[in-house]
């Protein structure tokens, strides 16, 4: 291989670089925190789903958590479900 192959492939390289560093990674950053998130569901939190209902997580099973979504009505969703947790004192 010249030197005139090498320079051409320098800019694919570059590319590549800033691929991984624009899209990749922050990607896998943010499966890894969403998967910490979901690993300390505990009872007492609460949760807003991706489908958008407010609830308190009234049990937490192996991938199952219940919410009580209103005074009295309960619903179970699986952990995945859940989107985020809501800042306590909100």
């Known amino acids: 291989m010249n030197q005139n192959a090498l320079m ?3 800019p694919f390289a570059a590319v590549a670089v800033i691929f991984y560093f624009l899209l990749i990674r922050p990607q896998q950053k ?8 979901l690993d300390a569901l ?3 939190d609460k949760v ?3 489908g958008g209902m407010i609830g ?3 049990t ?3 991938d199952e958590v219940e919410l009580e979504i209103a005074k009295g009505v309960k ?3 699986t952990r995945s479900a ?4 809501v800042p306590q004192g909100k």
């Open 56 to 58: 308190v997580i009234t």
């Open 48 to 50: 807003v789903t991706r």
């Open 60 to 62: 937490a099973k192996d």
């Open 75 to 77: 619903a179970v969703f």
């Open 82 to 85: 859940v989107g985020a947790v």
């Open 30 to 37: 943010q499966l890894k925190e969403t998967k910490q998130m």
């Open 42 to 44: 505990k009872p007492g």
């Open 8 to 10: 051409q492939l320098v």
